[in-house]
């Protein structure tokens, strides 16, 4: 059995939103398309026909293509979670269910991860990790439904992969992430080096996605609230004790959304 490797690609979109496209042969499927136009685009240039959209949370940067897709494609299957915030999804999934994809040969796991908002989704399978606005680069989804607690807890069920899992997150962050990361942890060596890196790539106009699970442990103060560095970084600024868990993400997240 000889089967073809699924190419995975970034489709750019609006000013930062990566659309990725997983693709075998002449069939292809995208994950969170907030703008058809450069799907389409994309699609008929290298004369694909889509087969699947994958969809990871409500919010019109992830959705806003889907209608006009689903008109060009009238036989696609649009999946994501059951929620009146999601219109023309025709497959709806829940935490644990298994998504076959028939035109690629492959299947995802869906795992729920309330936070960014309630109901946000990943899926999960040998192409990957497509996480939406839960995990970024050195960085996580601001809490816009969820409590600090229930993101913390769906990233650890993201830390749970296996550690070279890649990470398709829909954001270019990752610089302005970093900047932070390396507020809270300047003596990071990892995260120096990786700053430097992914400043290379952006020069070069080259994505810094994907990641990978072992290397967001290593940079992503997010998922380091174990760091002694950041805990003190914490404890300075907020003229108190931040050690606990939680408490350290929670200060995290705060700081970061006025950073
Ligand atoms: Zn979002
Ligand atoms: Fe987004």
């Not at 309330?114 to 497509?130: C, N, R, S, V």
């Not at 650890?156 to 550690?163: A, Y």
């Not at 990641?211 to 992503?220: D, K, P, R, V």
């Amino acid at each position: 059995m000889s089967e073809k490797p699924v190419n995975i690609v970034p489709i750019p979109a609006f000013q930062d939103n990566y659309i990725w496209c997983m693709q075998q042969e002449n069939a292809c499927i995208v994950v969170d398309p907030g703008d058809a136009t450069p799907v389409l685009d994309y699609v008929e240039k290298h004369q694909l026909t889509l087969t699947d959209i994958l969809i990871t949370h409500h919010h019109p940067d992830h959705t806003g293509g889907v209608k006009e897709l689903v008109k060009n494609f009238p036989d696609i299957r649009v999946i994501g979670i059951d929620s009146s915030r999601i219109p023309y999804v025709t497959h709806k999934v829940t935490d644990g269910d298994q998504v076959d994809i028939p035109s690629l040969n492959t299947s995802f796991r869906v795992l729920m991860l309330p936070g960014h908002t309630k109901d946000h989704i990943a899926f999960y399978g040998d192409l990957g990790l497509f996480c939406g606005d839960t995990l970024f680069s050195a960085g996580c989804g601001r809490l816009f439904e969820g409590s600090p607690e229930q993101m913390q807890h769906s990233l650890s069920r993201l830390t749970d992969l296996p550690s070279d899992t890649k990470v398709y997150c829909t954001h270019e962050y990752t610089l302005a992430n970093v900047s932070f990361a390396l507020a809270a942890e300047p003596n990071n060596q990892d995260l120096q080096r990786y700053q430097e890196w992914a400043q290379g790539q952006r020069k070069a106009d080259t994505p810094t996605l994907p990641s990978t699970i072992e290397e967001q442990l290593a940079i992503n103060p997010f998922l380091r609230t174990s760091s002694e560095e950041i805990q003190k970084t914490l404890s300075e600024k907020l003229a108190r004790n931040v050690h606990e868990s939680l408490d350290v993400f929670t200060e995290l997240r705060r700081w970061k959304d006025h950073f």
